[in-house]
């Protein structure tokens, strides 16, 4: 039965997302290039991350993080509508433009922490794939793809692996719509079944904890990316889909902590594919298609990031530095930091980078509500530019 229902409910979410008409409506791909990005590699770590760290206090470490995450996204949604008509003049008021270069710098080098964290995970999905007599480690086969994307990047450019962004996405959702499915089919067969075993008492307010809470904040980390798609798409546009992205990926990762619990149970310790092992309790069919979802998402988001960052790099100094050259910088970079940290090292680091921009976001949207009179707003975005400060001074990986 559990099986069925997740061949079945990734089935017609697949055949749904690859209608025309659907890949079509504008206000969908305004709406899926942030929502892939927030329910992209986070989901994927979230349930072993959150279940080791807080037991069954989870489900509200998750609704902590996706509430912050949507007042951050409160704030980048304010910046669209009332900074970027400011950034147009030619003096822009507050220091705006400035702020805006440096935010633009932060990014890209948090995009560079980005590559090495989607690679990296890739790389572990790979060798959960591999015969066990395989010999390989998971550094150089991040390595060797930064290697291949860097080379492609330099000689031909990375849009020609772009595309396969529209595929990917498309089958991640599927997947994870299925694996929902599959977890709800699981559970409720538990209903006539003897209780399971609860998770182990685990405090939830010491400081340890709430550091490696502040250092997950990368997991719903993706909505901002509807800040750069100006050229595409208006500003109401931006804005609205945001909100829908955030709002549906919210509801998909409160449920997915809910249902996957009773499954995660007394389970000791975590890895980065942590997910296939919950995933074979409750079909035989969610592992494969797990390392599926993780390969397609996790490249065509490292190319994504490295268009981006590179993008970012050559923008920063004024084309200076060639995009492409710059591709070679962002995988280089991406490089260093696979040799120099492990994967839960490089979530935290990634949030660090990331709540760097978000604090300069939330400084732009303080001054600009201080300057139109709103209060409430200017307490709020200043509530979030401190809470950003602490990720980034405290953040830890989780142990």
Not at 140 to 167: F, P
Request: proline share 4%; with cysteine.
């Amino acid at each position: 039965m559990t099986t069925a229902a997740v061949l079945l409910i990734t089935t017609l979410v697949l055949t749904a997302l690859m209608l025309p008409a659907l890949r079509r409506a504008r206000d969908w791909r305004a709406t899926v290039t942030p929502l892939a990005s927030i329910i992209g590699s986070g989901f994927l770590v979230v349930a072993p991350l959150l279940t080791s760290s807080f037991g069954n206090y989870a489900v509200l470490a998750m609704l902590l993080i996706v509430i912050t995450a949507y007042g951050l996204g409160d704030a980048m949604r304010y910046n669209i509508l009332h900074v970027e008509p400011l950034l147009i003049k030619q003096t822009p008021p507050l220091g705006l433009a400035q702020r805006e270069q440096l935010s633009r710098v932060v990014l890209a080098f948090a995009y560079v922490v980005s590559v090495s964290f989607y690679l990296q995970l890739l790389a572990a999905f790979v060798l959960e794939a591999l015969p066990a007599n395989v010999v390989l480690s998971s550094k150089s086969i991040t390595g060797g793809i930064l290697l291949v994307i860097g080379v492609l990047g330099i000689w031909r450019g990375l849009q020609m692996l772009e595309s396969l962004e529209k595929y990917a996405v498309s089958v991640k959702l599927a997947i994870i719509a299925g694996l929902l499915a599959g977890l709800l089919s699981y559970d409720l067969s538990l209903l006539s079944k003897p209780a399971l075993a609860a998770f182990p008492s685990l405090p939830i307010f010491n400081g340890d904890s709430v550091r490696s809470l502040l250092g997950m904040l990368i997991i719903v980390q993706g909505f901002e990316t509807s800040r750069y798609l100006g050229d595409e798409y208006s500003a109401a546009t931006r804005v609205s889909s945001m909100r829908r992205a955030q709002r549906l990926s919210s509801l998909i990762y409160l449920l997915f902590i809910i249902l996957i619990l009773p499954v995660a149970g007394l389970q000791q310790g975590i890895s980065e594919t942590a997910i296939i092992q919950f995933g074979a309790q409750i079909s035989w069919v969610l592992p494969p298609l797990l390392i599926i979802a993780a390969l397609m998402s996790q490249f065509s988001a490292a190319v994504a990031d490295t268009i981006g960052g590179g993008g970012l790099f050559s923008e920063a100094t004024h084309s200076k530095i060639p995009p492409r050259r710059a591709y070679l910088l962002v995988t280089a970079l991406a490089l260093a930091i696979t040799l120099l940290t492990n994967i839960f090292e490089v979530i935290s680091l990634a949030s660090r980078a990331f709540a760097l921009y978000y604090l300069l976001q939330c400084i732009d949207a303080v001054l600009i509500a201080h300057h139109r009179k709103d209060r409430r707003r200017s307490v709020i975005y200043g509530l979030l530019a401190l809470i950003m400060l602490a990720v980034a001074l405290f953040g830890i990986p989780a142990e």
